[in-house]
């Protein structure tokens, strides 16, 4: 009897995992489509002037070339603005390196000091937002590489009054051994497919941290970007608080490179986990739902129950089904619309990263604390954090 229980949840995840593929398949068909007709229509457009905003804290492997892409950008009238929360923080050194090579790139360094917010991130974006000097915003995490025609590709949408947030899909770039390549494939596969089919079923109502390209009037219309700062998903509500304003966002078509840094396993969990976590409590029933998009954990449970059955041939048929999906969506997915060469080459290895992504989604219901550059935050339903010290430390100075 617990034999055809478990063939009947193989045959149910399976069947979920298939219907997740094909909407996948077609979420890619249409944006290319989409995609089409966007570099049609801003083949001709003006090129206004942009600030770029770039919070960073601390060196991290390959900084200085993501920083420095920034640098080398096609486009004729642009800023980019630094901020940390000191002014001997190991990057805005770098970054100050780096300008001397660069002296006709307009650049500015600001501080913030030590953030009143759990996200430290938003409190410098603040900073930067009030510091800009041009309408148009956008906003990049410190550990990205882009290509030189990454402005002239993800601001003209925003010429368009009614787009809210313009953002980008991204590949992972690996830096270490076989779980950095793993979480990177999760980024260019996993990640990418969830984002094509929401923006096929709703529209993109969240946007996603690498990019987040907007205008300053739109973080005036949605109350100013510091409400941001107790949120961990902190691109998600932007991208919800635009649409929920009556904006729309949309897709860029430049993919940018979204460096993996975790080279041990205990890393690349805690990260990969946080991750999870975030997104149950920012979209606890979407993120339920998710469970059901894996197609490994399926097939393996369906190799069980057949060979257990003594029907083997069913079991090793839902198995090879279930990999042969993942091969699928790889190759379309990670090669076909970001142009992740490991896809193409590491297409065998993401079967493996679909059995760990299930288990990362497992891990992400065990608890609500969350470690976030060596300090522990609790997460609560909506996506917002508070520091755990710091709830102690309340606790203690008032003798509870």
């Not at 501080?111 to 603040?126: D, I, R």
């Not at 041009?134 to 410190?142: A, Q, R």
């Not at 596969?189 to 993109?204: K, N």
């Not at 919800?240 to 890393?267: P, Q, T």
């Amino acid at each position: 009897m617990f034999s055809y229980l478990l063939l009947g949840i193989s045959l149910i995840g399976t069947l979920a995992s298939t219907v997740f593929l094909a909407m996948a398949l077609l979420a890619a068909r249409r944006h290319a489509i989409l995609l089409q007709a966007a570099r049609q229509r801003h083949s001709e457009n003006a090129q206004p002037p942009v600030s770029v905003l770039k919070p960073v804290h601390g060196m991290e492997p390959r900084l200085r070339e993501n920083l420095e892409s920034f640098f080398q950008q096609d486009y004729p009238d642009y800023e980019l603005l630094f901020c940390a929360r000191s002014s001997n923080d190991a990057a805005l050194q770098l970054v100050r390196e780096i300008s001397s090579t660069y002296p006709a790139v307009k650049v500015r360094i600001l501080t913030t000091g030590e953030p009143p917010c759990p996200n430290a991130k938003v409190y410098s974006l603040a900073t930067m937002v009030t510091a800009a000097q041009h309408e148009i915003l956008v906003i990049s995490d410190s550990d990205v590489w882009v290509q030189p025609n990454y402005l002239r590709e993800v601001v003209p949408p925003l010429l368009d009054k009614m787009i809210g947030v313009v953002t980008c899909l991204y590949r992972g770039l690996p830096v270490g051994g076989l779980w950095a390549r793993l979480e990177a494939l999760g980024m260019s596969v996993e990640m990418t497919s969830g984002v094509l089919i929401a923006d096929m079923l709703e529209g993109m109502k969240f946007a996603l941290g690498p990019t987040m390209a907007t205008r300053k009037h739109v973080i005036e219309k949605i109350g100013g970007i510091t409400q941001l700062g107790d949120y961990c998903s902190d691109d998600y509500v932007l991208g919800n608080m635009a649409d929920a304003a009556g904006y729309k966002n949309v897709i860029s078509e430049h993919v940018i490179d979204h460096v993996v840094l975790n080279r041990s396993w205990s890393k690349s969990w805690g990260h990969q986990v946080r991750w999870m976590k975030s997104t149950r409590y920012s979209r606890p029933k979407g993120h339920f739902g998710s469970g059901l998009t894996f197609a490994m954990p399926f097939g393996l449970l369906g190799l069980i129950a057949g060979i257990a059955l003594g029907r083997p041939l069913l079991g090793f048929a839902l198995l090879s089904w279930a990999i042969a999906n993942r091969v699928i969506q790889t190759l379309v997915i990670g090669y076909g619309i970001v142009r992740d060469p490991r896809a193409l080459l590491w297409f065998w290895l993401y079967p493996l990263r679909d059995l760990l992504g299930f288990v990362f989604w497992a891990a992400s219901y065990a608890g609500d604390i969350i470690d976030w550059r060596g300090e522990e935050y609790r997460l609560e339903f909506g996506g917002k954090m508070r520091r755990v010290n710091t709830e102690g430390a309340l606790k203690q100075s008032s003798g509870k």
